[in-house]
């Protein structure tokens, strides 16, 4: 799901109460793209969940309502920092979250091992 500064943590919510009840998973893409005070109740919806996942809960109460969990839910996010408009994670945001680098393959180099893969003997010279 891509994110934008419009999504309040209503909104959130609901999203949050389909994953676990469902034990499905989602990725949000962009997600500092929302505002600051939306993360930080974000933040407490998500320590809800998993809370209720560790405590191996069968229903817990989320924003007030009564829902079933299926504890195979998941939540990630994606994040471009530096960007204009974008917000810092909250640290009651982050600590929830494990961080991972992303950098831009070779694609030279995929491309030379593929053509090597299917036999190509001059795949260097060919994959640049």
Known sequence: F????GLDYLAMGKFFK?????????????????????????AQ??????RAVRGKMKRFVFEGTEIALIP?????????PGYAGRSELPDNLKVLF?????MVPDYALIGEIMLYSYGFVDARNLSV
Not at 2 to 5: G, L, M, R
Not at 19 to 36: Q, T, V, Y
Not at 72 to 80: G, H
Not at 98 to 102: I, K, Q, S
């Open 18 to 42: 389909g994953l676990a009840s469902a034990g499905a998973w989602a990725c949000f893409d962009e997600f500092n793209r929302i505002e600051l005070e939306v993360l930080s109740v974000i």
């Open 2 to 5: 891509n994110c934008s500064d």
């Open 45 to 50: 919806q998500i320590l809800s969940i998993i």
């Open 98 to 102: 494990r961080t991972v680098a992303m």
């Open 72 to 80: 195979t839910c998941y939540v990630c996010i994606t994040m471009n």
